[in-house]
């Protein structure tokens, strides 16, 4: 057996892990293929090199969506908002036309998305919005609902394949006002534009070579790219998979350790695609996937563990426990969200961990207010610990 990793309680994790995340959100909008997302990505790669790990960026190609100025503009207001990424755009001259319900004969339908959840894996928030795309309307608005009131963004799900009219996402803080217009089907004019942009984007990628290379590899991933700063939703995750590499880096492991950090997770996780085309047979070759998801230490929330069978729930759920954290298992075979989801579809052995959150594709999931950095701390210390065991065979 290796030596497992003991934490002493002077250790520095804490400022270690809010040290990434305020760099992480000192970087500004993370969204994929920008400047920042770019920056970001050497950024890691620094994280991996001070570490002793030789990371390196892995492109590929995607339309960078470039949003240019999109609004609702009725009864002398102007409601600005972002176009939805997997849909039409209408131009800089926009559509004219009246405002109504879903399946009128209005030519601008106003819809409204459930609040998001993470803690209901069946639940699908863009039913509104899947509808509007088969309906005959020439453009939506998009009320896009959180458990407060505000703008929260929806992922480009269709990415790689936009259907449907021009949709405008606009913070439901507008909804009693709109609601109003529907009913007097006030004449609108709506701009819902965008560039699509020719560019890269890049997944960040290691690994930690083990003492027997015939044992099949562990691998740790984990988003990297998202709406706004996102703190919580990507900082969480990205200083586990930190944690979790430093551990694994000076204990020098039985099995083949990889990493990778995905952008493109907003835009129909084009990222994970794009390194499994590189390596088609990882999926089920690797003895585990551990995919760190969204929200990881958000404030006062619950967690939920998606695993591929019992004997990843039953690991997942110990080493949770180690730390004095409990959660709830999600259904067997229920598939998870995001780039996990892609591992389910494919047959990987896998544990996927999410948190809820107040914040999820807002604005404001900003350091330090949207992460509870004792609380991370110990989701990376179990799972750092964990992976470890992992990666020995002694789990």
């Not at 405008?168 to 609108?188: C, D, G, P």
């Not at 790219?225 to 919580?232: E, V």
């Not at 591992?343 to 961990?353: F, N």
Request: charged residues 20%; proline residues 6%; negative net charge.
């Amino acid at each position: 057996m290796m030596n497992i990793m003991h934490y002493a309680p002077s250790d520095g994790l804490e400022q270690r892990l809010g040290a990434l995340i305020e760099a992480y959100d000192s970087q500004g909008n993370h969204r994929s293929g920008t400047a920042v997302d770019h920056d970001s990505a050497q950024w890691l790669v620094a994280c991996a090199r001070r570490l002793g790990v030789e990371a390196a960026l892995e492109p590929f190609a995607l339309d960078r969506i470039d949003p240019q100025p999109s609004y609702l503009r009725l009864a002398n207001r102007c409601i600005g908002g972002v176009p939805l990424f997997d849909a039409g755009f209408t131009g800089p001259d926009g559509i004219r036309g009246r405002l109504g319900a879903l399946e009128s004969d209005a030519e601008i339908a106003v819809i409204e998305t459930a609040p998001f959840t993470l803690m209901e894996p069946q639940k699908e928030q863009r039913d509104a919005v899947m509808a509007a795309r088969r309906n005959g309307h020439r453009a939506v608005v998009v009320l896009t609902r959180g458990k407060h009131p505000g703008l929260f963004l929806l992922n480009g799900s269709s990415f790689k394949a936009p259907c449907g009219p021009p949709m405008l996402q606009v913070s439901s803080a507008e909804t009693e006002w709109l609601n109003e217009q529907v009913a007097a089907r006030a004449e609108a004019t709506i701009v819902v534009d965008g560039l699509r942009t020719p560019a890269q984007a890049f997944n960040v990628t290691a690994t930690i070579a083990g003492s027997d290379p015939d044992l099949p590899p562990l691998v740790i991933m984990t988003p990297r790219s998202g709406w706004w700063q996102c703190a919580s939703e990507r900082g969480g995750g990205l200083a586990c998979w930190i944690e979790t590499m430093r551990v694994l880096a000076q204990a020098k492991p039985a099995r083949d350790c990889h990493f990778v950090a995905c952008s493109a997770h907003e835009l129909g996780f084009l990222g994970i695609d794009a390194y499994l085309e590189r390596r088609p047979d990882l999926v089920t070759r690797a003895y585990q996937w551990i995919h760190f998801g969204a929200n990881i230490g958000s404030p006062r929330q619950a967690n939920l563990v998606h695993a591929s069978d019992d004997r990843a729930e039953r690991w997942a759920v110990r080493v949770l426990q180690n730390e004095g954290l409990t959660g709830a298992t999600a259904e067997r075979g229920s598939p998870p969200r995001g780039e996990a989801g892609t591992l389910h579809r494919r047959g990987a052995r896998y544990v996927a961990l999410v948190c809820d959150t107040e914040v999820f594709h807002h604005a404001a999931d900003r350091w330090p207010d949207a992460v509870d950095v004792a609380l991370l701390a110990r989701y990376a210390r179990a799972f750092a610990t964990g992976a470890l065991q992992l990666a020995n065979g002694d789990a």
